[in-house]
């Protein structure tokens, strides 16, 4: 009987090598969701097994489902989840259209850190629900005060991670470009930006997902539509089965948000093709 090749022990070998790796992404992942659904099947049971707390049930896996399906046949989803999205989008705007060039002027002017270290830091430290009512006596729509809030909560870590990424840069490449004439506008946006692209986009996600978590509460305010008025709507109607639903909504859409900016900073930034 003849001997495997070298080729085809080396073929094998990559195949099972593979086959580790796969099993290694995969399996952690499933067995960590698996157990979340099992406590929480566990919870749901002893939920309503016990008579004082069996008006609960609907918080259990199996109603939270079906009501999720139902919700998304209804259409109801999806006029939860537009005017969330909507907001969020419009306040993470102001947010990046505000962080990003106070954390350029902070992370390129030692006098301009120094000077806004205190403020910025007192001002970072605030919750953004307290700005609530005055975000309610500033603006004359809910939805105005609901993207404030969403902004003031947004626009510090955007505004602290470009100033770091710019405090980062190797000073002798300004050096390099004002050498080659390069002027402000060109500094900007030929070695600036590039170079603090993947920390801009990492205060990006960290913002988003404070937002995100703003939002619901934010949404707790005169509105009548989006995801928070849809948990507060649920809970005054006792359908722990719809508030349940929607906060599986929330979750899968701040993870798949989430997923999306780690994409973008790993597409953006100079080193992704390593």
Not at 180 to 194: K, T, Y
């Amino acid at each position: 009987m003849t001997s495997p090749s070298p080729s085809r022990r080396a073929a094998s070998q990559r195949a099972a090598s593979q086959r580790r790796a796969l099993a290694g992404a995969i399996l952690p992942p499933l067995l960590g969701c698996a157990t979340v659904l099992a406590v929480w099947w566990l919870a749901g049971w002893r939920i309503a097994a016990n008579p004082d707390t069996a008006n609960f049930a609907g918080f259990a896996p199996g109603p939270t489902l079906w009501r999720l399906v139902d919700l998304v046949a209804a259409g109801e989803l999806w006029r939860s989840v537009g005017p969330s999205l909507f907001r969020v989008g419009q306040g993470m705007a102001v947010a990046v259209a505000l962080g990003v060039p106070l954390g350029v002027l902070v992370g390129g002017s030692r006098t301009v850190r120094a000077a806004t270290h205190i403020p910025f830091q007192f001002l970072r430290m605030v919750s953004p629900l307290a700005w609530m009512p005055i975000a309610v006596l500033m603006f004359a729509t809910w939805d105005g005060a609901i993207v404030f809030l969403i902004a003031a909560a947004a626009v510090w870590p955007v505004t602290f991670a470009t100033a770091n990424g710019l405090a980062k840069i190797d000073p002798n490449w300004f050096k390099v470009a004002r050498n080659l004439g390069a002027e402000p506008v060109q500094m900007l946006r030929v070695v600036i930006l590039p170079a603090i692209a993947r920390d801009v986009l990492t205060g990006i996600r960290l913002a988003l997902g404070v937002a995100w978590i703003v939002l619901v509460p934010a949404e707790y305010l005169g509105v009548t539509s989006g995801l928070g008025y849809a948990i507060n709507d649920a809970r005054d109607t006792l359908e722990y089965d719809r508030l349940t639903a929607m906060v599986l909504v929330i979750g899968t859409l701040g993870f798949a948000l989430d997923g999306l900016c780690l994409a973008a900073i790993r597409r953006f930034g100079w080193d992704h093709e390593r």
